[in-house]
């Protein structure tokens, strides 16, 4: 054979390889079930919503860590789980209702990995949705905190509880196909997750359980007991439907039982008081305003905007030495039952010293790092510094009307507000304002000095109330 012809036959070889097809590599199962189907829409759905939901409540959770893991396990949990069950219901009954069992049947797979293959989209969408919507939530408030620390754990918690409700739905929608199923299994769960609010003990088996306090801490195994618990239950669910020897889900059970068991055992124990985060940072002033430490980004604010009221109440006897938001102040924690201060459940009083007096919570009155509106807050704090509990005999006590002019009058002398003329039944406090506005520096002092005398705070029998 000459060269010639054996260079032309390599050459048709090398031009026969570069215009024959490619061969088409099959896709792997478990991602032609992950891409097809509701689930890609389920994960889609849940992050829009959780995200549309807590951007319009931005201003109850941007600025702690606390609270972003609050407010993304109330709507997180309390849309997704349900969401998870539907979706998860649906795909466990598509194979019966089209008719495919005894087809898949046929299929070399064992049964349990055929399933884990079918429930995944339900499991890992909804999942998946949930911690795109608390990474955006995250990103969205690391700008404005003041201290603390996120919490990852609580959210994989989450996850791990939605990504269970996907599995336990697609176990009952294999266990009964009929189409209602799936949404009637999402308002039960809803209607389960929304009414076990209260301060039972069994309260911390919800996976949307709430904690409101921003100065605690949840122990380091809180996390992962709660993940534990929910998907223990999903794996005894799938392995009871189909694994060979059903008795190995007896192991799964037994493990979310002791979860169970310990945080119905700890209970309000699950957080703990965080020093870092409760003890108080001071300004310079006179009277010294003081917020907690996860609070601090605020209190320039804070300074800024009872300097007036510090002014005017500055040197008057009976006036506040210090300003106290957060865990140490003065009444925290508290509430009034028969004109009884009762300290409540969780949270731990001492008294406070003399001449504090509690501030208005400057994170409720900020939005994204700001106080929103400085003046109102002055007048809240003021009128949070007079505020007396009367009893129903008080209010018909003669002269019980004018003393409230009087007190109404006092708050928007120290600390205005532009709309006080706007307040229904405000005439009289009027007239009471007028004749304040119309002393001197000297005047106005003595007529604090008579306001602020006693305990600090006018009694709600009108005749300690002293005229301007």
């Not at 008719?99 to 399933?115: K, M, N, Q, W």
């Not at 392995?239 to 310990?262: E, F, G, M």
């Not at 510094?385 to 009893?391: G, N, P, Q, V």
Request: proline share 9%.
């Amino acid at each position: 054979m000459s060269p010639l012809n054996t260079s032309d036959r390599a050459e048709r070889a090398n031009r026969a390889a570069r215009t024959a097809p490619e061969r088409i590599r099959p896709r792997h199962p478990a991602r032609t079930e992950m891409v097809r189907g509701i689930g890609p829409w389920s994960g889609l759905v849940l992050a829009v919503v959780v995200g549309i939901v807590m951007y319009d409540a931005a201003p109850t959770w941007q600025g702690r860590w606390v609270a972003v893991s609050d407010v993304l396990r109330e709507y997180g949990i309390v849309f997704g789980v349900p969401l998870a069950l539907a979706v998860g219901c649906w795909q466990g009954g598509r194979e019966r209702r089209r008719g495919f069992g005894e087809l898949v049947a046929t299929l070399p797979r064992s049964t349990l990995r055929r399933l884990l293959l079918a429930a995944a989209p339900a499991a890992l969408w909804p999942a998946a949705g949930y911690l795109g919507a608390a990474a955006g939530s995250s990103l969205a408030t690391w700008p404005y905190v003041s201290g603390g620390r996120p919490y990852p754990s609580l959210v994989l918690a989450d996850a791990v509880a939605i990504a269970s409700a996907g599995v336990i739905g697609f176990v009952a929608g294999r266990l009964t196909p009929w189409r209602l199923t799936a949404p009637l299994l999402a308002l039960v769960a809803y209607v389960t997750l929304i009414s076990t609010y209260s301060d039972d003990p069994r309260l911390w088996l919800n996976p949307a359980a709430l904690h409101h306090y921003f100065w605690d801490r949840p122990v380091w195994w809180f996390g992962p007991a709660a993940m534990v618990w929910t998907g223990g239950l999903a794996a005894a669910a799938l392995l009871a439907l189909a694994a060979r020897r059903r008795a190995v889900a007896v192991l799964p059970l037994a493990a979310a039982c002791t979860a169970a068991v310990v945080l119905v055992q700890t209970g309000n124990g699950l957080w703990r008081a965080d020093p870092a985060a409760s003890r108080l940072v001071c300004d310079d002033g006179t009277p010294q305003v003081c917020v907690s430490a996860v609070d601090k980004a605020l209190l320039p604010d804070v300074s800024a905007a009872l300097a007036g009221l510090n002014g005017k109440l500055r040197g008057i006897p009976g006036a506040p030495a210090r300003w106290v938001s957060g865990p140490g102040a003065p009444g925290t924690g508290m509430y009034w039952m028969g004109g009884t201060r009762i300290t409540e459940l969780g949270v731990t009083s001492t008294p406070p010293p003399p001449g504090d007096a509690e501030l208005p919570s400057p994170y409720e009155a900020s939005v994204r790092g700001r106080i929103a509106d400085p003046a109102a807050y002055a007048n809240s704090a003021v009128t949070w510094l007079f505020s007396e509990t009367c009893r129903d005999g008080d209010f018909e006590l003669p002269g019980f009307d004018r003393a409230g002019d009087i007190h109404s009058a006092v708050h928007q002398w120290l600390a205005p507000v532009p709309d006080f003329a706007s307040y229904e039944g405000m005439a009289g406090a009027e007239g009471q304002l007028r004749r304040l506005q119309a002393m001197d520096a000297a005047q106005g002092r003595a007529y604090l000095t008579r306001y602020l005398a006693g305990d600090a705070v006018p009694g709600c029998d009108p005749a300690e109330v002293p005229v301007p």
